[in-house]
């Protein structure tokens, strides 16, 4: 019973929104994409910018001074911010160079090197 009255709550609710909120909807529909390539790009311009390719290759494969294979990487989000920032063998460390927000947008962009 409790449950009915939540569900006909949620149809009513929907059905105010869709009659007032048509054009605001369609607004953000066409919002969403752009917002999505704006959060994926600033980590491969990191990853430009910090000049990781040189070693990693632009794809993540080249292993310039034994550079690990970024496309096949199992690390962590964690294990990947914390090697971007302090480095690891042959790996300088990047947390003067970078922002925490830059490390972690290029840690991301670490998973697109691994869809390709
Ligand atoms: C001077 C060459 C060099 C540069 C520049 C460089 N790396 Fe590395 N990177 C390495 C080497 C070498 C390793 C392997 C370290 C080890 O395990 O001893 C490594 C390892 C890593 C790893 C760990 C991956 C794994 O699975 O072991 C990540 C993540 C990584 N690098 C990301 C980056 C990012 C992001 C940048 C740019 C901000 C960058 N690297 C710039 C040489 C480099």
Redesign the pocket.
């Known amino acids: 019973m409790k449950n009915n009255l939540l569900v006909i709550f949620a149809l009513l609710s929907v059905g105010l929104w869709a009659c007032g909120g048509n054009e605001k909807k369609a607004e953000t529909t066409i919002k969403t994409p752009q917002k999505t390539v704006a959060k994926v790009n600033p980590g491969k311009s ?2 430009r910018k ?3 390719g ?3 290759g632009t794809d993540g494969k080249k292993g ?7 496309s ?4 962590t989000m964690e ?2 911010t914390e ?2 920032a302090n480095g ?5 460390a ?1 947390k003067d ?2 922002s925490p927000k830059e ?1 972690s947008q ?2 991301q ?2 998973d697109q090197l691994k869809e390709k």
């Open positions: 990191v990853y910090a000049a990781c040189s070693c990693h310039m001074y034994q550079a690990s294979d970024l096949t990487t199992t690390m294990e990947r090697i971007i690891k063998g042959n790996m300088n990047f160079v970078l490390i290029v840690a962009y670490i």
